[in-house]
């Protein structure tokens, strides 16, 4: 799914992108100081773990289970927070002041409710308050599972902090109600050098601007022209192309010729319907590992974010995604050869194809992969 150079250098991307004259130290986030290290105490690096709704969990046991195995020097603060049920703000908070302590954070996906009463996702929350602006997500095709389309290789840099996901809205008139899209030069700027520094830093040879720009013209207009510029003023050297696509044509595009697009990056609703159908051009939402970073923190959580209620304790949920997603967070916090050993297993037994879970045509269940993994690292 991620090849072992892009793993260790989306950091290097995130530290040129977002502090590019401030000294960093080591980490896959933008670090200024000590200050903002990652915990560590008594040689065990503290993580905070939000399993989440759905099938959380299941594949954070699997995770755990995992870890525990090969003794993996990770101490975790769990905070157990749904988006199920009403009066858990104080639970979320709790959870936010960990990772602010922590500096990093796996987590599962945090069900958002539909009704006009519920509260406002937590997971874009996280997000905006912890000012996590660059999602990755990295859709690739895994060798000895077939898919509709081969040789699928492309990252979706998404920014995760403005656009339709502002939360701004309200009813002006009964029946009325205006929705603020929020689009900024400044955050575009630096998600534009984030995923420019990705491609260097990764080998890629191309970045796609997606964009609705036809039609709004002003705020995708502004992302679109930011684009532009910072391809041209500041990455024309490098010779990475750069071209721009219309959101609705790329969706098409991306089932019927995905092999063309490399690098993506594009506004914050936009990123969230590709990462799908990269997702499901690969495999799936049980198998597409994803992280974000900010200036100070990281989080790790899978790349296509479905809660998976549908199969919630029933053992059938696939935890690679999840899997992933924790040896991305292990190679952030620089535990290199752990995350070797996991990843590696977990690509060998997917590609084994003994043992696969029913998202991959298998029979076999969350416990089943889990422990063939495990048998796999000792």
Same mark, same amino acid.
């Given at each position: 799914?991620?090849?072992?150079?892009?793993?260790?250098?989306?950091?290097?991307? $995130?530290?040129?992108?977002?502090?590019?004259?401030?000294?960093?130290?080591?980490?896959?986030?933008?670090?200024?100081?000590?200050?903002?290290?990652?915990?560590?105490?008594?040689?065990?690096?503290?993580?905070?773990?939000?399993?989440? +709704?759905?099938?959380?969990?299941?594949?954070? +046991?699997?995770?755990?289970?995992?870890? +525990?195995?090969?003794?993996?020097?990770?101490?975790?603060? !769990?905070?157990?927070?749904?988006?199920?049920?009403?009066?858990?703000?104080?639970?979320? !908070?709790?959870?936010?002041?960990?990772?602010?302590?922590?500096?990093?954070?796996?987590? %599962?996906?945090?069900?958002?409710?539909?009704?006009?009463?519920?509260?406002?996702?937590?997971?874009?929350? *996280?997000?905006?308050?912890?000012?996590?602006?660059?999602?990755?997500?990295?859709?690739?095709?895994?060798?000895?599972?077939?898919?509709?389309?081969?040789?699928?290789?492309?990252?979706?840099?998404?920014? /995760?902090?403005?656009?339709?996901?502002? %939360?701004?809205?309200?009813?002006?008139?009964?029946?009325?109600?205006?929705?603020?899209?929020?689009?900024?030069?400044?955050?575009?700027?630096?998600?534009?050098?984030?995923?420019?520094?990705?491609?260097?830093?990764?080998?890629?040879?191309?970045?796609?601007?997606?964009?609705?720009? /036809?039609?709004?013209?002003?705020?995708?207009?502004?992302?679109? /022209?930011?684009?532009?510029?910072?391809?041209? !003023?500041?990455?024309?050297?490098?010779?990475?192309?750069?071209?721009?696509?219309?959101?609705?044509?790329?969706?098409?595009?991306?089932?019927?010729?995905?092999? !063309?697009?490399?690098?993506?990056?594009?506004?914050?609703?936009?990123?969230?319907?590709?990462? /799908?159908?990269?997702?499901?051009?690969?495999?799936?939402? %049980?198998?597409?590992? %994803?992280?974000?970073?900010?200036?100070?923190?990281?989080?790790?959580?899978?790349?296509?974010?479905?809660?998976?209620? +549908?199969? *919630?304790?029933?053992?059938?949920?696939?935890? &690679?995604?999840?899997?992933?997603?924790?040896? $991305?967070?292990?190679?952030?916090?620089?535990?290199?050869?752990?995350?070797?050993?996991?990843?590696?297993?977990?690509?060998?037994?997917?590609?084994?194809?003994?043992?696969?879970?029913?998202?991959?045509?298998?029979?076999? &269940?969350?416990?089943?992969?889990?422990?063939?993994?495990?048998?796999?690292?000792?």
């Amino acid at each position: 799914m991620l090849s072992n150079s892009l793993r260790t250098s989306v950091g290097s991307a $995130m530290r040129t992108a977002a502090v590019r004259r401030v000294p960093v130290a080591r980490s896959m986030a933008t670090i200024a100081d000590e200050k903002r290290l990652p915990a560590k105490f008594g040689g065990k690096y503290t993580v905070t773990l939000v399993p989440g +709704d759905g099938i959380g969990k299941e594949v954070a +046991d699997s995770v755990k289970e995992i870890f +525990d195995a090969l003794k993996v020097p990770v101490q975790w603060e !769990q905070y157990d927070v749904s988006g199920e049920t009403t009066g858990g703000d104080e639970l979320f !908070q709790e959870a936010m002041e960990s990772l602010k302590r922590n500096k990093v954070g796996l987590k %599962g996906i945090l069900y958002t409710p539909i009704d006009q009463t519920g509260h406002n996702s937590w997971n874009v929350a *996280m997000r905006q308050q912890l000012d996590i602006y660059a999602s990755v997500v990295v859709c690739k095709s895994l060798p000895g599972f077939p898919t509709r389309h081969d040789n699928v290789d492309f990252a979706i840099i998404r920014e /995760n902090t403005e656009g339709e996901y502002s %939360g701004l809205e309200h009813q002006s008139f009964p029946g009325v109600v205006e929705s603020l899209k929020v689009s900024t030069r400044a955050k575009a700027e630096r998600i534009a050098r984030f995923a420019f520094d990705f491609a260097i830093k990764n080998n890629r040879k191309k970045v796609t601007c997606v964009h609705k720009a /036809n039609i709004m013209k002003l705020g995708d207009g502004l992302f679109l /022209n930011t684009c532009k510029r910072i391809a041209e !003023q500041e990455y024309g050297h490098t010779g990475i192309k750069f071209d721009a696509m219309i959101v609705d044509n790329t969706a098409m595009q991306l089932v019927s010729k995905p092999q !063309q697009f490399d690098v993506m990056v594009m506004p914050n609703l936009y990123g969230t319907i590709c990462a /799908n159908i990269g997702s499901a051009l690969v495999g799936g939402p %049980g198998i597409t590992p %994803g992280c974000n970073f900010g200036r100070e923190y990281a989080l790790f959580e899978p790349g296509c974010r479905h809660v998976g209620k +549908d199969i *919630m304790g029933t053992n059938k949920a696939n935890p &690679t995604a999840l899997i992933l997603s924790a040896t $991305m967070m292990l190679r952030h916090l620089g535990l290199e050869s752990q995350a070797n050993l996991i990843a590696g297993a977990t690509y060998d037994l997917v590609k084994e194809g003994k043992v696969r879970t029913a998202d991959l045509g298998g029979k076999a &269940t969350t416990t089943d992969f889990t422990q063939a993994l495990v048998q796999r690292l000792l």
